[in-house]
């Protein structure tokens, strides 16, 4: 794993599903010799993470949206699907899914989302330029030292026998992609290592608890959101009696997509009430239902083809442009504690669940009066989990009612994720924040402080060559985009800080000579200060070479990449605002390919246009573009 001194390394600490779309994105983007290491601890992670390993996902765990929105190429929207129906090894598989044609608005089981990536991954370092390789490595990075001329990161690899094996590996940039973080709930205290106790319901031991458990067995499960579901799922779809109880904080039922779902952006008028100052929470949750009731009428009245079951979420997305400008009106205390109060409640506005797995749930519900099978909503406060002297566990639930016990023979702690990174106890977390290079986000704390390219701010407020993707930005997503619930992490939020991290690393790692990252930004500004005063021309031979640009770092065979990149500097030197001096003309050239990349950067991740509009937009839809 030698660098060699004419390639830069870019290091990727993490190889689930944020490391590995940002890897294929670098392999795609760069254009000259480049080495991508993915360095994952847990081999069984690889190209998938927590969320998509085999091990912790049987074939009854389905995506939590449409098959056809989990394409890793925002601009390719039904590149799963087709892979799943054409590309896919389906060896082994079981049925129904070993016969099942995927459907755009259909499930998927999401343990071949690891073969998915596995192949889109090979196929990116097959089309990689000359001199562009790929790297994977096993470890586990537990510190990183930022130098002049690179950084330094510890590397611990296990031995069979002793301490681990601890190596220092130089790179000149490295991406954060480490994923959800585990929170070790309070509650549980006294019953994490117990037989009947389920803290990871996504892990190999987890399911294996859950699949061997006796059929009239009684559970309880902490939580009533998605991870939930697939717990209650599973034990249902294995024909189990016994009581099910599912304990919430706020009572919360997520809602079942409609028939033929498609995600869609409505335009609604801003929720002006909302920028007014903030005076206290009663007051402007006030204002935010007023608002609410008004949006949701506007979309009844002037959408009828919107369901109604999906009204909500279109009034959240049409909002998220405005809602950055609200968050600054209140106070950094007042903000945190209204997302911890309605957090899960607006996680349920903005995303529902697909039939397949919500109808076994609502069934169940149905049959919550004792009857075999039978699911029940339990609201309150997990207080505690204790063992009981029967050996099973009891759970204390305190509500605004009242205090009671659950007695169960399992209890599944939902998989709670841990956003305060100042609560993290892994050693990198810990040796980042101790060295300043990473600070918690100020405003919510959740995630990290990053700069508007995704590159982490240290405790002096500056940035370095170390980038975040994923639920490290869980924050920033918050404040600088209006994203809510799990779309401030999730596969959306991955597939835009894939590119947008990719291109700035290449950028960095690629500079165009005697042109710097200062004037690339200076001459974006002025680019769109001056767009309208130039001539009709000149502003068309700009956006041709966008599309140009975008289209190539959209496109995943070599040959296409290249002949775009002919095309795209042979329009760059036919606008006609060029310098005559040909050292001048050179130096612009040089300068408009990188303005032009950050532009092109901004369309590929425009979250106001869903991808369909984004490929009509970047010329790239077909005639057969509903066809799989």
Known sequence: MSRSGTRPRVLIVGAGLAGTATAIRLLCFARRPLEVVLLERRSDYRSAGVAYHRDGNPWDY??????????????????????????????????????????????????????????????????????????????????LEVGPTGVDVTVERPTPDGPPAVTVLRADHVVLATGLELREPAFASEVRTHASFIRNPYSEAGIRKLVSLPSGA???????????????????????????????????LFRTYPDGHEHGVLSLPCPKTLLQPYRNRAEFLDRVRAEWDTACSTVVREHPEVSPVVVAERVVKAWEPHLPEAIERIPTAELRGLLDEFGTALAALRVGVLEYTMAVIERALDRADG????????????????????????????????????????????????????????????????????????RTGRGLEVDG???????????????????????????????????????????????????????????????????????????????????????????????????????????????????????????????????????????????????????????????????????????????D
């Not at 596995?118 to 470890?139: I, K, T």
């Not at 009891?394 to 009671?404: G, I, M």
């Not at 959306?492 to 960095?508: D, F, L, M, Q, T």
Request: hydrophobic residues 40%; negative net charge; aromatic residues 4%.
């Open 371 to 442: 009857t075999d099978g039978a699911v029940e909503l339990v609201v309150g406060r997990v207080e505690a989990v204790v063992p009981a002297e029967s050996g099973r566990l009891l759970v204390s639930v305190v509500s605004a009612e009242e205090k009671h016990a659950i007695e169960a023979d399992l209890v599944v702690s939902n998989f709670g994720r841990e956003s305060d990174y100042t609560r993290v106890e892994q050693p990198l977390w810990r040796n980042l924040l101790r060295r300043g290079l990473a600070v918690p986000h100020e």
């Open 62 to 143: 389905v995506f939590n949206i449409q098959a056809g929105r989990m394409s890793v190429f925002r601009e390719d929207v039904l590149d799963f699907v087709r892979w799943a129906n054409h590309e896919a090894d389906r060896g082994g598989w079981p049925e129904p899914w070993a016969g099942s044609r995927f459907v755009e608005q259909g499930p998927a089981p999401r343990r071949i989302f690891q073969d998915y990536l596995d192949d889109r991954l090979a196929e990116a370092r097959r089309e990689a330029r000359p001199g562009v390789v790929l790297v994977e490595a096993d470890g586990d990075a537990v510190d």
């Open 218 to 252: 009684d559970v309880a499960i902490v939580g009533s959101v998605l991870s939930a579901y697939d717990s209650a799922g599973l034990l249902l779809r294995r024909g189990h009696t016994g009581r099910i109880q599912l304990i919430s904080r706020t009572g919360t």
């Open 453 to 627: 390219r995704g590159a982490l701010l240290g405790s002096g407020g500056e940035s370095g060559p170390v980038s975040a993707v994923g639920a490290l930005r869980e924050g920033d997503e918050i404040v600088r985009n209006g994203r809510t619930g799990a779309f401030t992490f999730n596969l959306a939020a991955i597939k835009n800080h894939s590119i947008a991290v990719a291109a700035h690393v290449v950028e960095r790692l690629e500079p165009e000579e005697d042109v710097s990252s200062e004037e690339v930004s200076l001459g974006l500004v002025r680019r769109r200060g001056a767009l309208g005063n130039l001539e009709e021309a000149v502003r068309e031979g700009f956006e041709d070479a966008v599309l140009l640009e975008a289209r190539r770092m959209a496109s995943r065979g070599r040959i296409e990449r290249e002949l775009l990149d002919s095309r795209l500097d042979a329009r760059i030197r036919s606008m006609g605002d060029r310098p005559t001096r040909p050292t001048d003309a050179a130096r612009h050239d040089r300068l408009m390919r990188a303005v032009v990349n950050r532009v092109a950067v901004e369309r590929l991740t425009d979250v106001s246009v869903t991808p369909r509009q984004l490929r009509r937009q970047l010329g790239m839809a077909t005639a057969g573009e509903q066809e």
